[in-house]
Each structure stands twice: as C-alpha cells, then as structure tokens.
C-alpha cells in the first residue's frame, strides 16, 4: 500500500531540512524562497520495536518494515490560489498526496528570512489553510456548474453530490476547511470524490530550535486541538544534523544538547496513524516483514497486502499477537497453548496481529 504525505508550508520554515532528516535524501535548503520547485519523494521506514523483536525471535535473514512516502511540497505563499508563486503547480503537488505535514515555524532567528517578516504561527497556519479553501472554493463552484443539468432532472446522484456540495461551500466561505463539515457516510464518499486540498487530514510540524525563543506554543497547541487536528514538535536542523551520524554518536550528541525527546519518530509515527494505518506481520526464518493495511480491515483484504490473489483465494488465517507469541517462545508452543486462533473471512486484524494466511 502507497500512501503519501505532502510537507507543506511557507517558505524558509524548513520544510526541505526536516525532509532530510526523514529520508537522509539530499534536497535543496537553501534559505531564499522557492528554492524545491519539483516536489522530492522520499519512501521512510515506520519505527516499530516489535518489528526487530519478532526478527530477533525468528532468527529471520531478513527484517521489512512498513514504510510510508513523504513527498517535500515547495513553499506556498499568499496568493497561491490564484497563481502566485508558482501557485497553482504546488497545489497540484499536494492534491495527488493523502495527507498534509503542515510545518509551521516557531522559532525566531534573525539570520534565516521569514517570507512574512516576523515569526507569527497561528497567521501562517491561516495563511496556508486559506490558500486551499480557496483553491477549493473554485473546485467546488466548477462542480456545481457542471452538475446542474442532472440537478434539473432530479437525479438522484446529481442530488446527492449537490446537497454535499452546498455544505461544503458554505463551510469554505466561512473559513472553514472542507475536513470540518460533519457528512454521513454516503457523502463522505462523495466528498473524498472530489479530492479537495482542505479536505485532507493534517498534521501540524511545530519547527522549534533548541536554545533559540520561541512564540507562544500553549496558545497555538489549543488552537490545533480546538481544530481537532494533531501535531508534533521537532528541531528539524537538529534531526537533520542526527540523522548524518552513526547510533552511538546520535546518543551522545542527544545528550549533549539535552534533547530528550525524538521528534522525526514521533512525526513518521503520528503520519502513519494520521492516514489510518496499522501494522501486521509475517515472521520466520527467511523474512519477518511489517504490512501496513488501513484500520478496519478484514483478514482477507490484509492479505491483498501481500499479494491481490489473497483476497478472492482466501480460505482462513491462523492470528496471534505478536507480544503472545514473543511470550511462547516458540510458534509450535504457542500452538500447543491455543494461543493461535483460526479465523475466517469477517476476522477484522488488529494492529500487532501476526497472521498466516491460508490460500
């Protein structure tokens, strides 16, 4: 499964630097604007203790985990809706994600250039959202127009998709972004149909510096919450520069600038549930693997996960959570134990679960 999420923000909040920290892939980050004009991807293993121990356990040769792709957007100004700055181009880039990092810069520091001129979040933030309200105010007037005949003649889908449609806007022209409208589960269908910039889930980066001011973060995290969106805080130049070292000397560099928490896990960690995602695995001698399926799944769609014949040739799944298993000591003994359950077709998998399949 490929999903993707989009880093966006305005120019010199070091959107390009946390990208190489994540990916430890050499992109542009100079400090003037505009300097990423094609979107880089980079594909991001999902930190997972359970992952190696279960390695550890089977004595695998090899050890897969999950990945998820991030995608560094260039820098959005004011105006990006109507073409400003190359606008309507990094809007196209973050349409084809899943998900928006939104990183918003808090730290002052006279050297780097703030596209604004002065370090203020909660305006950036509503800067960038009004952007992809707007870009999604003319998405959705578009669709309107051209559904009017079938709204005419009473069809019933026309119908549908038109009444989503009118909440949506009046959301949009209130401020609001698509995300905020509350739909039943047919005009959610709808909404996800049209692929609007606001309607994406977002996660909002907090881009501190260690050592340097930073604005008022209590505020600004109530604001997020309020939003019923999540975020994250990371010194992006920091985990730049810990992602260049070997374990050992990361450690010591942690400790000495008495950084104690780890940011670049915490944003792949929160990204991966942002998109609804969990985690099964496969384990044995020659591979233990992490496959990431969306929450909800039953065992036979998981098993697309492998291979797309899974689904229609599946017959039962033999499950057990991987902590259980660790406690056996051995998959024979927890077969003997009855700790390894047979489950059929409407088994919903649950994230650590580790499975296999039956075909």
């Known amino acids: 499964m490929s999903l993707s999420i989009g880093i966006v923000g305005l120019p010199n909040v070091g959107k390009s630097t946390l990208f190489n920290a994540l990916t430890q892939k050499a992109v542009p980050a100079e400090n003037y604007p505009f300097c990423t004009i094609d979107p880089s991807v980079g594909v991001v293993a999902v930190p997972d203790e359970r992952l190696q121990k279960l390695s550890d356990f089977s004595k695998s040769?090899?050890?897969?985990?999950?990945?998820?792709?991030?995608?560094?957007?260039?820098?959005?100004?004011?105006?990006?809706?109507?073409?400003?700055?190359?606008?309507?181009?990094?809007?196209?880039?973050?349409?084809?994600?899943?998900?928006?990092?939104?990183?918003?810069?808090?730290?002052?520091?006279?050297?780097?250039?703030?596209?604004?001129?002065?370090?203020?979040?909660?305006?950036?933030?509503?800067?960038?959202?009004?952007?992809?309200?707007?870009?999604?105010?003319?998405?959705?007037?578009?669709?309107?127009?051209?559904?009017?005949?079938?709204?005419?003649?009473?069809?019933?889908?026309?119908?549908?998709?038109?009444?989503?449609?009118?909440?949506?806007?009046?959301?949009?022209?209130?401020?609001?972004?698509?995300?905020?409208?509350?739909?039943?589960?047919?005009?959610?269908?709808?909404?996800?149909?049209?692929?609007?910039?606001?309607?994406?889930p977002i996660l909002y980066v907090l881009n501190r510096k260690t050592g340097a001011k930073s604005a008022d973060l209590e505020t600004l995290k109530t604001f997020i919450k309020n939003s019923g969106a999540g975020f994250v805080e990371v010194d992006a130049q920091i985990e730049q520069e810990l992602s260049e070292l070997e374990a050992g000397d990361k450690q010591t560099f942690k400790q000495e600038l008495e950084v104690t928490d780890d940011g670049v896990n915490d944003l792949i960690k929160s990204s991966y549930e942002l998109l609804g995602l969990i985690t099964f695995f496969t384990t044995g001698e020659d591979e233990t693997r992490a496959w990431t399926i969306k929450q909800g799944w039953t065992a036979p769609w998981a098993g697309t996960a492998i291979h797309t014949d899974f689904k229609d040739r599946f017959i039962r799944a033999e499950v057990i959570g991987w902590q259980e298993l660790l406690n056996s000591g051995s998959y024979n003994h927890a077969r003997d134990k009855g700790l390894v359950r047979t489950e059929g077709k409407e088994y919903v998998v649950k994230n650590g679960d580790v499975i296999e399949f039956r075909i």
């Open 61 to 200: 040769a090899k050890t897969i985990p999950a990945v998820i792709e991030f995608v560094d957007i260039a820098g959005l100004v004011k105006g990006a809706s109507a073409g400003e700055g190359l606008g309507n181009q990094f809007l196209s880039h973050i349409r084809e994600v899943d998900a928006i990092a939104q990183v918003v810069r808090v730290f002052e520091d006279g050297n780097i250039i703030h596209v604004a001129g002065a370090i203020n979040p909660l305006n950036d933030i509503e800067v960038i959202n009004l952007e992809l309200i707007l870009a999604d105010m003319q998405t959705v007037t578009k669709r309107h127009g051209s559904i009017a005949r079938e709204v005419k003649q009473a069809d019933k889908v026309a119908l549908l998709e038109n009444s989503v449609l009118a909440k949506v806007l009046t959301a949009l022209e209130t401020g609001q972004l698509a995300s905020s409208v509350k739909l039943d589960d047919k005009e959610k269908e709808v909404l996800k149909s049209l692929h609007l910039l606001s309607a994406k």
